[in-house]
């Protein structure tokens, strides 16, 4: 069961919370019980972080592919900034094994409301500076707009949700149906047009409701060290999704004679791969980096 999670926070870079998250979920659905409730905050903290992570290396990769350094600078700050933070409680600057069957692994447990207090302090006010950089740098929004623009029966097509889909008007956020998130979280951005642009700009928005939502939590987290319970392991099976940065994430486990036989995970890789070949069509050869990043298509994941 370990290796088994270990392995599963290992898919897909920058992405590990969401995947062991998931995991652990599973198998926990399997076994018929549930985590405490400190215990799912503590994950839900440490999935709005990664989003925010993850979100602002995308668009500082987005930025140094359309010849904006200082916005890619900007982002990065904000982001080792951050991770100056998380790091220490977490373990892990990737936020790896986290997440364990039962609840939550961190290195220092107790201060990670003041860790979400502290971030959601900080990376507003930087988020703010951010999307004044971002919409007022020269060139930057006029060598995104009307690029890589998707469209509604290809994202239908292969199923791609997440913030590819947000940004072409489509409401879909596994948030929505997901009790850990009651009170806490609603969806507010949204953009319309399906382009680069609209695709960095509600990354943008994102990085604003994860801080939003991490400031929410942090009262409710305290000085509290979420804990772990014991897991008896059935003959079962179990199943268990999140919203990752690039959308949903799921897991399906078996457990047979007190070990995990099978798993089946899916993530959205092969779809952003499948609607980045219909985007990209009629595309001049210098921009299909550019859409390939806002769209989140990714090798590692794809191999993983």
């Not at 006029?142 to 199923?159: C, F, I, P, Q």
């Not at 078996?254 to 798993?263: D, E, F, P, S």
Request: charged share 20%; proline share 4%; with cysteine.
């Amino acid at each position: 069961m370990e290796e088994g999670c270990r392995l599963s926070g290992r898919v897909v870079a920058g992405q590990s919370v969401a995947h062991q998250s998931a995991f652990c979920m599973a198998v926990e659905n399997a076994c018929g019980q549930g985590v405490e409730e400190q215990a799912g905050l503590g994950r839900v903290a440490l999935l709005e972080m990664e989003r925010v992570l993850h979100h602002l290396y995308t668009l500082a990769d987005l930025a140094e592919r359309a010849q904006a350094p200082l916005v890619a600078a900007h982002c990065m700050m904000l982001r080792e900034a951050m991770l100056e933070q998380i790091a220490p409680v977490t373990g892990s600057r990737l936020l790896m094994d986290c997440c364990r069957p039962g609840g939550v692994r961190l290195a220092e447990a107790e201060p990670l409301g003041g860790v979400c207090d502290s971030l959601a302090k900080l990376g507003q006010a930087g988020q703010e500076a951010l999307l004044e950089l971002w919409e007022s740098f020269p060139g930057l929004s006029a060598r995104l707009t009307g690029l890589g623009v998707t469209r509604a029966e290809d994202l239908a097509r292969v199923g791609l949700e997440g913030p590819v889909a947000r940004a072409a008007g489509q409401d879909c956020d596994t948030r929505r149906v997901l009790g850990l998130y009651d009170g806490l979280w609603r969806y507010t951005a949204g953009r319309q047009s399906g382009s680069a642009a609209d695709r960095a700009l509600l990354l943008l928005d994102e990085v604003a409701e994860s801080l939003t939502l991490l400031g929410r939590i942090a009262p409710r987290l305290g000085d509290a060290a979420p804990g772990r319970e014991a897991l008896t392991l059935p003959d079962a099976e179990g199943m268990a999704m999140v919203e990752g940065p690039w959308g949903r994430v799921a897991y399906w486990v078996q457990l047979h004679q007190g070990r995990l036989a099978q798993v089946f995970c899916h993530n959205p890789a092969a779809a952003a791969l499948l609607v980045f070949e219909e985007t990209v069509k009629g595309q001049p050869v210098e921009d299909m980096p550019l859409v390939a990043s806002s769209l989140g298509v990714s090798a590692a994941a794809l191999d993983g």
